[in-house]
């Protein structure tokens, strides 16, 4: 799978462990950055993971932040980005089965490395199912989107 990734300051380090691990699966990795530990603004790493999705250069992202909480309100911002924030493999994989669920968002200063490539393996392994409850409740989800989002997104 072609996988975007994206990170912070805060989360760097485990960005580059989650790469590594990705590409000893045999995925492809689009890394957006940062490329350091200097401080940045997470709302940009955001969009650009987002974007990578939304633009199909991307079948799904991997972003993270210190906490992960602010990427993940960042990232949800973008119409058609479906963020969830996981520490744990059943939400990685239960927002992809009934959310459709196109973000991953870990926390650096909450997950360990193992958890976090787990939770990513979690997420990439995962399909929709298409279960109509989980297909009424996302369009429900976009009325939300054309109701209240910005249409220039």
């Known amino acids: 799978m072609l996988v975007v990734v994206g990170s912070d300051h805060a ?3 485990l960005k580059q462990s989650v790469i590594a691990g990705l590409k000893q699966q045999g995925h492809q990795v689009v890394d957006v950055g940062t490329d350091s530990t200097a401080s940045v603004d997470y709302p940009d ?6 974007r990578a999705v939304l633009d199909g250069k991307a079948e799904r992202g991997v972003l993270i932040c210190g906490s992960g909480v602010g ?4 990232a949800n911002k973008l119409r058609g980005i479906r ?19 196109n973000v991953l968002v870990l926390g650096s200063r909450i997950i360990g490395t193992e958890t976090a490539r787990e939770c990513v ?9 298409h279960e ?20 220039a997104s």
């Open 132 to 151: 109509e409850r989980h297909v009424r409740r996302l369009g429900k989800i976009d009325v939300l989107e054309q109701k209240f989002c910005d249409t």
């Open 83 to 101: 963020a969830g924030l996981c520490h744990d493999t059943y939400s990685a994989h239960q927002g992809v089965e009934h959310d459709n669920m």
């Open 71 to 74: 990427a993940s309100v960042a």
């Open 121 to 129: 393996h979690a997420f990439l392994g995962a399909q929709f199912t």
């Open 11 to 13: 989360g760097y380090d």
């Open 45 to 50: 790493f955001a969009e650009k993971v987002g």
